[in-house]
Each structure stands twice: as C-alpha cells, then as structure tokens.
C-alpha cells in the first residue's frame, strides 16, 4: 500500500525559508510523477510544482524564482525548498503521488496518493 508523508511545515516571517520533506512508500514502478500542492484559506488546492522519475520539473508561475522542488537521490525523499516566503503562501501544503507515467502536471486530478498535509503560515 502506498503511503505519503510530509513533513516541515511551520510560521515564519515574511521573507524567510522553509524546506517541506515528502517520503512515499510501498511502490515499486520505475516510472513516477511527484508534485506539492497547496490550500489556503477558503482557496481551492493548487499545484505549485511538479518532478518525475527523470528530473524534469514543472513550476507554477506564483511559485517560479522562488521554490525548488527536488528529489534525494539516495534515499528518495521528495523536497520543496521555500524561500522569500509571502503571506499569501501561506496554506496547508500537500504531497501527492502517482505512478506509470514521468510527465509532472499540477491539477488535482492527475495524483492519486496523497499525504495528510502540513501547515505553513507565514506572518507580515
């Protein structure tokens, strides 16, 4: 059974960093798509960044400049590094999964194993 986990979530300043760990568990496909996804206040979820089994990565544009989103080679973990923060980040940040296929998309529909999430606010 697959399982995702996230990790990392907390109040900063604006202006400050934050680096979100994912660890996703229980498959075994070589080929796999990886994004974070995050949820704001009376907002609906939204992909901010994307990465599959090759690499390559896929960026929202709020995001673009401002968060990296990369993988542990060695043991796997799924990173988002969040730098110059903005309240408007702020939201309940969620990692999802899917498998078969290396072509990272950010709509909602595209993952089927999702984490519970974790919280980060960011304060003006």
């Known amino acids: 059974q697959v399982r995702v986990v996230e990790s990392g979530g907390d109040s900063v300043q604006a202006g400050g960093s934050l680096k979100l760990s994912c660890t996703v568990s229980?498959?075994?496909?070589?080929?796999?798509?990886r994004a974070w996804f995050r949820q704001g206040p009376g907002k609906e979820r939204e992909g901010i960044a994307g990465?599959?089994?090759?690499?390559?990565?896929k960026y929202a544009d709020s995001v673009k400049g401002r968060f990296t989103i990369y993988r542990d080679s060695a043991n796997g973990t799924l990173y988002l590094q969040m730098n110059d923060l903005k309240p408007e980040d702020t939201g309940m940040y969620y990692c999802?999964?899917?498998?078969?296929?290396?072509?990272?998309?950010?709509?909602?529909?595209?993952?089927?194993?999702w984490g519970q999430g974790t919280q980060v606010t960011v304060s003006s």
């Open positions: 229980g498959y075994t496909h070589t080929y796999y798509c």
């Open positions: 999802a999964a899917d498998f078969g296929r290396d072509d990272p998309q950010l709509w909602v529909g595209y993952y089927n194993h």
């Open positions: 990465i599959d089994s090759k690499g390559r990565t």
